[in-house]
């Protein structure tokens, strides 16, 4: 192999880790502390996270102060199980993984009793104490269940404070940019050129499942997925990791659905008539719309 071979191929391997690195997150982590009833810390417990939609398991030991992680979580609901001898089993049946979570659980196990276990099925609102960065989670139900003009997701990223829903590169804008900025590369759906905390546009970033999908001209979202694949996504207003470098406005991270053991689906339907409208009080005649 000559030098040169040699120089390309570790310039490959750079270039792929540079790139891993930079991908968004598309999970969220779990941290936890299993302690006894007096307080004290428990080392060597076994943990088991299970996914209630499709099952898989990822399974641990607490270490020797009792700590345990689960780094790599996928978004959805699990159900988490620790054991160890001369203490009662426990079960909690509500963790719920978002996009770029970082749970922090605080497990008491209480002493064994015969055939006795301890399950927890809701606790109070959880707050992320191990993670900086700011921003909201829209879920599947709040994502379905909203009114949507057109089901562009991204008519939602202004229900978050500090998104402002008006756009100065709109096509019909002539004094910024005449339209340059706006190439539908999302189709007719709005491509999410909103401006966040008072910056430009164009500093926005947009991820799906990780990868960036963030149009070159006009720096709007380039796919926009359809609305029941979306499984949630979440807007970084500020404070975001290392990770999401490169963008002084905010990031969309948009996750799909993974799937689950039950059959399901949807359908939808869009009806637009003037059978049903009314016109207006002061209007002369009845709208279009």
Do not use: C
Request: hydrophobic content about 35%; glycine content about 14%; overall charge negative.
């Amino acid at each position: 192999m000559t030098f040169i071979q040699k120089l390309s191929m570790k310039t490959a391997v750079s270039l792929g880790l540079i790139a891993s690195a930079w991908a968004a997150d598309t999970s969220g982590k779990i941290l936890g502390t299993v302690k006894d009833p007096a307080g004290n810390v428990v080392p060597q417990a076994s943990v088991t996270l299970t996914n209630k939609a499709t099952g898989v398991k990822q399974a641990t030991h607490a270490d020797g102060q009792g700590v345990f992680a689960f780094p790599v979580v996928p978004v959805g609901a699990y159900e988490l199980n620790v054991t160890i001898e001369n203490f009662r089993p426990y079960k909690r049946t509500d963790v719920v993984v978002d996009l770029g979570s970082a749970l922090q659980l605080e497990i008491a196990l209480e002493l064994a009793g015969v055939t006795e276990s301890v399950t927890v099925t809701e606790d109070a609102a959880q707050v992320e104490t191990s993670d900086t960065k700011l921003g909201q989670v829209i879920g599947n139900r709040q994502v379905t269940a909203l009114p949507l003009n057109g089901r562009s997701y991204t008519d939602l990223l202004a229900i978050q404070g500090g998104v402002t829903p008006i756009t100065t590169s709109g096509a019909g804008n002539s004094t910024s940019g005449g339209g340059f900025g706006t190439v539908p590369v999302g189709g007719n759906g709005n491509t999410g050129q909103f401006s966040i905390n008072g910056q430009r546009e164009s500093a926005n970033g947009f991820y799906l499942n990780g990868a960036s999908v963030q149009e070159t001209i006009g720096q709007q979202a380039g796919i926009i997925p359809n609305l029941d694949s979306i499984a949630e996504f979440r807007i970084l207003t500020s404070n975001a990791d290392a990770e999401y470098g490169g963008y002084s406005g905010g990031i969309v991270n948009v996750i799909t659905k993974a799937g689950g053991n039950d059959f399901h689906g949807s359908a939808f339907e869009f009806l637009r008539n003037t059978d049903l409208d009314s016109r207006g009080f002061f209007s002369p005649e009845r709208s279009t719309f």
